[in-house]
């Protein structure tokens, strides 16, 4: 599939700072795309980048085919959601909805069923009349969400949409806006720092610091084999082992500090990384502290409770052993009738080649 969006080389300079590097990145038509990164890594910088809201100081960007330079932004197929949905208070929902087609040369009760229509796919049917004031979070966002998508832009372009609600409410809007995106089949590029986000709404995700795409892949892909311990830190938790890279025509092996010698699976052999010191990582879900009893047939170390934190669902365990300065964080599911252990506890843990993440120092 070609893309909709292409960008080559594009960099931005405020003044002496390089907020963009180097940024080359093509966007297929119907993607759910994110851009994700800490604070202050250019994120929305690329997203006004190609909205038309800040102009390249170098590269080339085109959108279905057309080159953008000099393309204003209202000129341009796209659309964006901001953080802070400019809703105005004293228009009805419908009104506020309907306000980008002020100019549109349609009648008015045409205008009135496109209305209709687009409220009733953020699900805010039944809610054209009310006053836009009295709505709460969630249904701003919609308002917005539903006046972005009846200008039918080929891109809707989303600065951190949820960012302003609590946490359950993002949380279901999270899902909505993935149902929403692929019933529309509208591109969306959307900017998040929140890592969960990212991963449960994208197709793709690329991660940014510093300017850069430092990893560009699917969800899983970004979560299972992160190419640098920096994407590996900022996507959910990672315990980082030192350890040595011996690569042959067998494969790559690894010594792991604490663990011993294991297999690296073909598909986590980081590119460019060949033998010599490595750092290892292991996400905590894809170890097992093994309760009284219990036998697995996975690998086992031998250690220490050190610390226990309880989520209710989940309890995070600290587990020292020997040879790792670093005590293990391992994530374990609470099952009924399963106590769990207590700080000082001797335990096994489980581990599984398969899971080793082998990134450069
Ligand atoms: P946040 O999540 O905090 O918004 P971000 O990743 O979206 O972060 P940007 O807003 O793109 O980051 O900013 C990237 C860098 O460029 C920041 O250091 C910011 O201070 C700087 N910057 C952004 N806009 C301008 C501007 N108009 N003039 C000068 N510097 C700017």
Not at 73 to 88: D, E, G, L
Not at 334 to 354: F, M, P, S, Y
Request: charged share 25%; glycine share 10%.
């Amino acid at each position: 599939m070609t893309a909709l969006i292409q960008l080559r080389g594009i960099n931005k300079y405020f003044g002496d700072y390089h907020a963009l590097r180097d940024i080359d990145l093509e966007i297929k038509q119907g993607e759910f795309f994110s851009l994700l990164g800490p604070s202050g890594c250019g994120k929305t910088t690329l997203l006004r980048t190609i909205a038309g809201f800040e102009d390249p100081s170098a590269g080339t960007l085109s959108i279905d085919g057309r080159p953008m330079a000099g393309v204003p932004a209202n000129k341009r197929p796209t659309n964006m959601v901001f953080q802070s949905y400019a809703i105005f208070p004293h228009l009805t929902v419908a009104e506020n909805v309907g306000f980008g087609l002020r100019r549109d040369p349609r009648s008015k009760a045409e205008k009135a069923g496109a209305v209709k229509d687009a409220l009733e796919m953020v699900g805010l049917g039944g809610y054209g009349a009310r006053s836009a004031h009295a709505l709460s979070g969630g249904q701003r966002q919609r308002v917005a969400l539903a006046r972005a998508l009846i200008l039918k832009p080929k891109v809707l372009l989303l600065d951190e949409p949820l960012s302003a609600l609590d946490r359950k409410m993002r949380e279901l809007m999270q899902v909505e806006l993935m149902k929403l995106q692929r019933q529309v089949g509208i591109t969306f590029i959307l900017v998040t720092h929140d890592q969960e986000e990212a991963l449960v709404m994208s197709d793709r995700v690329a991660v940014m610091f510093d300017g850069q795409i430092r990893q560009m892949d699917d969800p899983e892909a970004i979560y299972t084999r992160p190419r640098s311990r920096e994407v590996a830190a900022f996507i959910g938790k990672m315990n980082f082992l030192p350890g040595t890279l011996h690569s042959s025509g067998e494969g790559v092996e690894a010594d792991v500090a604490g663990l011993g010698r294991a297999m690296i699976p073909p598909d986590r052999v980081t590119p460019g990384l060949g033998s010599g010191p490595a750092v290892i990582g292991l996400r905590p879900e894809s170890l097992a502290v093994l309760f009284e009893g219990e036998t697995t047939t996975r690998r086992t170390v031998e250690g220490t409770v050190d610390e226990v934190v309880y989520y209710g669902d989940m309890t995070y365990y600290d587990v020292r052993i020997a040879g790792v300065d670093e005590p293990l964080n391992i994530a374990m599911k609470n099952l009924v009738g399963r106590d769990v252990l207590e700080v000082g506890t001797a335990t096994r843990v489980a581990w599984d080649e398969r899971s080793l993440v082998p990134l450069a120092p």
